[in-house]
């Protein structure tokens, strides 16, 4: 198994989630924090990464050289992390080209990406550029105000719907609504769990 407690309920992933968020919001250093913020993280869900993941996880590149990814957890996650104000396209280009050169390394887990991959990335992309424009008009926009249902803009709204449905369209599913969506990638993850 690679967890060691049965795969948490909603509410106390919530609990657990909440708790998190309070303790790390202040957190701005990568180097310094990474590892424990990851371990926390992962605990909300009731994840052991000492069996199950790897930290600064050593790849090789096709030219010789090599990186280190931050987390990986094979057939999981990759994270790629930087500290608070660092560019977070330089860490997603970075990670995805960890992603490539696993791939190709044949490591454990690393699947073949759903076939409308790009677009799923320009549409991120999108929702970055979107909520970057918000965060550099005003310097008293937080995520928080983007967020509320009850101010967000709509341009952000219907760049979130655009990649909805096109990660609807690579898990060959339509879903109602985000709860939909976030119960079937938990669906997943307990056929993992149960399957490991």
């Known amino acids: 198994m690679w967890y060691n407690t ?4 909603w509410n106390e992933i919530r609990r657990n989630a ?3 968020s309070k303790r790390w919001k202040s957190a701005f250093d990568e180097k310094s924090q990474a590892q424990s913020f990851l371990k926390e993280f992962f605990e909300v869900f009731g994840v052991d990464t000492v069996q199950q993941a790897t930290f600064e996880h050593r790849v090789k590149f096709a030219d010789g050289s090599q990186g280190f990814v931050d987390c990986f957890w094979p057939g999981t996650i990759l994270v790629e992390m930087k500290s608070k104000g660092k560019d977070l396209d330089a860490a997603y280009v970075q ?3 960890y992603v490539r050169a696993l791939a190709q390394d044949g490591a454990a887990g690393v699947r073949a ?10 549409a991120a992309q999108v929702i970055l550029d979107v909520r970057q424009k918000y965060l550099d008009a005003d310097s008293a926009c937080t995520l928080a105000i983007l967020y509320n249902p009850e101010t967000m803009p709509p341009d952000l709204l219907k760049a979130h719907q655009h990649l909805d449905a096109l990660v609807d369209k690579a898990y060959g599913k339509k879903f109602a609504n985000d709860a939909e969506r976030v119960a079937h990638l938990f669906d997943l993850y307990a056929a993992v769990v149960k399957g490991n």
Not at 6 to 9: F, G, H, I, R
Not at 113 to 122: G, M, Y
Request: proline share 10%; aromatic share 4%; hydrophobic share 35%.
């Open 113 to 122: 990406r759903p076939t409308n991959a790009r677009e799923i990335e320009t």
């Open 6 to 9: 049965p795969m948490k309920s």
């Open 95 to 97: 990670a995805m080209d």
């Open 18 to 20: 909440t708790a998190f």
